[in-house]
């Protein structure tokens, strides 16, 4: 381990000095907030140097950088990770310790930045942690929203949505780099420019326009002096001091420009489900776009001339899902209008500097955009996405001749919409999925015309999840415990060592000592949930967790189902024998989705019935933890026994929450859909509980038309009892309240099919699989092997791997050394 350059009389200099200048306190005076700034500040600038080296370095060979451009970057807490990927864990804690400050509450006093709704958010983090300690040059580019996701309350067990203003204390990570600030353009009208050599290009007159400001965050890679940068851009009025020196027309516009800016950057948008074409999403998308793009194109002309011919050789964009597509057409404006090269050298430089990433299948999460309001917000853009389907439409008619109905179900243009998913595939050189099942849905039925056409664009890129956070640093137990069993601390920069741990999976003092530390996990949990909500768990009971996006297809349902029929079990039959089980939910809903907020009441509701009925006796515990979020995350995966992965198979792309309990030694029960699958080739079936239909006998399912859950209902004694349970007044007083989740199984709701994601389908199969999970459990021995041998075979899923292969396959990316 080389040696940290911040030593422990630094940190305490630091810490009393930034309190003392930044806000005129001493430690005794100071508030939680302000302390956590200073230390924030002292390790920050303790960074600076390899920070500003690897620019250096960067610019010295010109080096190829990727540009994961992304609408959210799920962060979770800088200064923790900062302190474990320095090796500063010690040093920190004396210093803080001799200054008498807890470190912990420091911690805890950060602001955990909500910049994302779930997976794709999270995953663009875990990359970022990757690709520093790995040594690849790389920018994160996104919007610095002024508010994050939702703070989720709940109040009479529903969620109440309240805003995440992150940045109310400062931002002591995030360095304002004006001279990279760069005007946006929007809306006016398009002109044609005759040029010197009779040529015409674009461009704008009467738009409006915002700048765009960057601030710059620190991405600190593990053991390494490479320091790569998160580019959040802000919104600002381009005339924000001289209001008062417009006439009338020009006032109006300014206004009008302070309001767009003031709205650009403020709110993420907090739905993962279905796209509604809001206008203002459209511009937040083109507004980091550009301005990513106009710094990027503006640097590579400084550093290698105008011959853009070589662009992709320098420089690769990664569209994280189809919300940067429009990087496809402003790349092309910024070559055609404002270098003037000609449109077919502009599109091949295109495709070969573009790759994109397909993170649902989910048809309702598909972007398509009005012509109508695209047209007008970007006027320029859309004149280059008509020409565009226009020539790829021509394409279309020399590959399969004139197939009208061919041609309008692949065009990027067609029925008053754009569909960027299509922009994407045609404008990118890679198209991946992000786990195998994912990748081959999409090769052979969601996107097999492409598939067809481009069939050496596709590939799979399992997803990952990074070892630093999501085990050095939220399991110390277990982490202590890996560096004893293999000798060393490799396995934090390279997760296939846990393999090692493998051979000790039936060694019962190994056993001893991986259960005690997951024991202690639970304690700590337990410990947590009672200072935070004043709740006693039985630390002795199977923490049973199923944590994620509030989705019907993720199907909490199911095991709020599976948890009504124990329920109905006990009060029939009190003595029947099961170990007893705490079951944790944690999950936010996107605010206008009704159908998951009842959800989120059911189990609510659930949880107050059973936990409160004396004849359950804490033998069955139901927890509904608000807001979820990375912090809290950090805290429930290394108690889990039991990690819920159970879509609907074929709906979950890959899931990253799976690899992150699995790591973490908690043994899965799920369906084989996304990651899952490739989980359980690792592991192998005896370390994993796999129950329910298949992808195919889902599709195939759903085409036959034949899905009857009236006859479930009536053949299936349990599943008539649970779903009577909510509507016969057991759950609410009026019987009505969750009557909609019943019809919705039995008659379908809304329009929608009776029970569209198949709950009742694989209920049968859930409840057995639980209960071989029961049977598990109740021999230590078994169960400690089967935990260790998740812990001992997750090596795959370190987004060290996945960042490999992206950077060999895709982006054919080198790692540097920074000195
Ligand atoms: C789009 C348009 C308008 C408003 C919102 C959106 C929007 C925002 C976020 C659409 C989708 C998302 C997020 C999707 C997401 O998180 N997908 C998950 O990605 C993970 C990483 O690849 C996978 O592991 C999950 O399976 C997938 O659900």
Known sequence: ???????????????????????????????????????????RDSISDNWINTHAQLEQDGAKTVYYLSMEFLMGRFMGNAILNLSLTETVKEALDELGVDINLAEESEPDPGLGNGGLGRLAACFLDSLSTLGYPAYGCGIRYHFGIFEQHIENGRQVEKPDDWLKHGDPWGIRRDEYAREIKFGGRVVAIKNDSGDYHFDLEDYQSVMAVPYDYPVIGYNTKMVNTLRLWDAEPLNRFDLQSFNQGQYERAVGEQNLAKSLSSVLYPADDHVSGKELRLRQQYFFVSATIQRVLEQFEQRHGNDFSKL??????????????????????????????????????????????NHTILSEALEKWPVEIFSRLLPRIYMIVEEVNRRFCANLVEWYGNDPEKIRKMAICADGLVRMAHLAIVGSHSVNGVAEIHTDILKKIELKDFYEIYPEKFNAKTNGVTPRRWLAKCNPGLSSLITKSTGNEKWISDLSQLSKLKPLASDSAFQA??????????????????????????????????????????????CVFHIIDMYNMLK?????????????????????????????????????????????DGRLKVLFLPNYRVSLAEKLVPAADVSEQISTAGKEASGTGNMKFMINGAVTIGTLDGANVEMQEEVGSDNIFIFGMTAEQVHALSVSGNYAPWDLYNMDFNIR?????????????????????????????????????????????????????????????RWAKMAIMNTACSGKFSSDRTIKEYADEIWKLKAIKVK
């Open 572 to 616: 029939m039959n009190p003595g029947v024998d099961f170990w007893p089980r705490t079951y944790m939910f944690s999950a936010k809903a996107a605010a206008s989705y009704h159908r998951a907020k009842l959800i989120i009441k059911l189990i609510n509701s659930v949880a107050e019935l059973v936990n409160n009925d004396p004849a359950i």
């Open 721 to 781: 009892n649970v779903l009577t349970t909510l509507i016969n007044g057991t759950l609410d007083p009026d019987h009505n309240l969750f009557r909609e989740i019943y019809d919705a199984m039995l008659n379908g709701y809304g329009g929608a099919r009776a029970d569209e994601y198949y709950v009742l389908q694989d209920f049968a199969a859930y409840k057995k699989a639980q209960e071989q999970v029961d049977l598990a459990y109740k021999d230590p021995a």
């Open 312 to 357: 992709s050789d320098y420089v690769q964009f990664q569209l994280n899902d189809t919300h940067p597509t429009l990087s496809v057409a402003e790349l092309m404006r910024v070559l055609l209008d404002v270098y003037y090269i000609p449109w077919d050298e502009a599109w091949e430089i295109t495709r070969k500097t573009c790759a994109y990433t």
């Open 513 to 558: 000592e991986f259960m005690g530390v997951k024991h202690n996990n639970k304690v700590a949990l337990s410990n947590y949930f009672r200072s935070e909500y004043g709740i006693g768990v039985d630390p002795d009971s199977i923490f049973d967790i199923q944590v994620k996006r509030l989705h019907e297809y993720k199907r909490q349902l199911l």
């Open 1 to 43: 381990m080389p040696k940290a350059t911040l030593t422990k009389k630094h940190i305490k200099e630091g810490v009393i000095e930034h309190l003392r200048t930044t806000y005129r306190k001493t430690i005794a005076t100071a508030s939680n907030s302000q302390i956590y700034n200073a230390v924030a500040m002292t390790i």
